[in-house]
């Protein structure tokens, strides 16, 4: 029901890491768990492509224990995209949580006023 949020939710997670430092598949669904998204690699790998596809993601290959793993780092199209988001993340948190905004949507022409 909610899943088309918590993607959102889980990209923006995943910029925010990507911006700090190099992130990869394991490390990411396991920081994810701690904030309670139960997230598949059949998930979390496509929603990597994509992102990478968008040009938000730079990915590296790595020899980790004789296996290649991949890292992912945001590039600065990825980092920007970060930075809009938060501006509307706290508009929205402002509004939503906190009460602060608008409070009500304008009236439409078509809406009588008694």
Do not use: N
């Amino acid at each position: 029901m909610f899943r088309d949020f918590y993607i959102g939710f889980i990209k923006v997670h995943i910029l925010h890491h990507a911006v700090e430092g190099p992130i990869y598949g394991l490390a990411m669904m396991e920081e994810l768990g701690r904030h309670g998204y139960e997230i598949s690699a059949g998930t979390l790998y496509p929603i990597l492509h994509a992102m990478e596809e968008a040009g938000w993601l730079d990915r590296q290959e790595r020899q980790v224990d004789g296996r290649v793993r991949k890292y992912y780092t945001a590039t600065s199209e990825g980092q920007q995209a970060l930075a809009d988001v938060k501006a509307r993340i706290r508009e929205l948190a402002e509004e939503v949580l906190e009460g602060h905004g608008p409070g009500q949507l304008p009236a439409s022409e078509d809406d009588e006023v008694s």
